[in-house]
């Protein structure tokens, strides 16, 4: 095992579009789609997260090589590839569900998070309400929503809402891309 793995915890809407971002770039060991932040005990399923009454996030786990990507690097590229400004909201997926999120996991994490959010915000026209909370626990989601660009890439969520965010992406971070 790499002694340099790390993993970040993030939620920018649809994990589906979180994922396919991450899998594309240097540095990433892996992807992992699930659930944080809730308020209901025990492992929720996808459908009691659609409701939005279990206070979970749609998250994804970044295991990636500090050595070859940074933290701050993760970020930028993840508040660069949502939407950070609107608030329960990305599209049309609407809902606390799919809240801008960093679940950070320590102090490090979280005081590189303040300081990431506060040089973005130069750059959005409206506030960034991207969240900075604890990182408490993260549920694997079910495996149907793991790799899910990937193998879904001709479906219609995946070509209208998932490829634009892999082309601002490339356009964006491409010296940070495999």
Known sequence: MKSNLQTAIL?????????????EVKGVEKVVSGYSGGTVPGKPTYREICSGLTGHAEVIQITFDAAIISFEDILIIFMTTHNPTTLNQQGA???TQYRSVIFFQNKTQKEISEKVLHQLAEI??????????????????????????????????CSYVITPKLNTLRKLHADKLK
Not at 128 to 157: C, K, W
């Open 11 to 23: 939620g920018g809407g649809c994990f589906w579009c979180t994922e396919a971002v991450f899998q």
């Open 93 to 95: 997926d609407r809902g």
């Open 124 to 157: 959005y026209e409206d506030k960034i309400v991207t969240e900075i909370s604890p990182l408490t626990i993260f549920y694997e989601a079910e495996m149907e929503h793991q790799n899910y660009y990937r193998e879904n890439t001709e479906q219609g969520y």
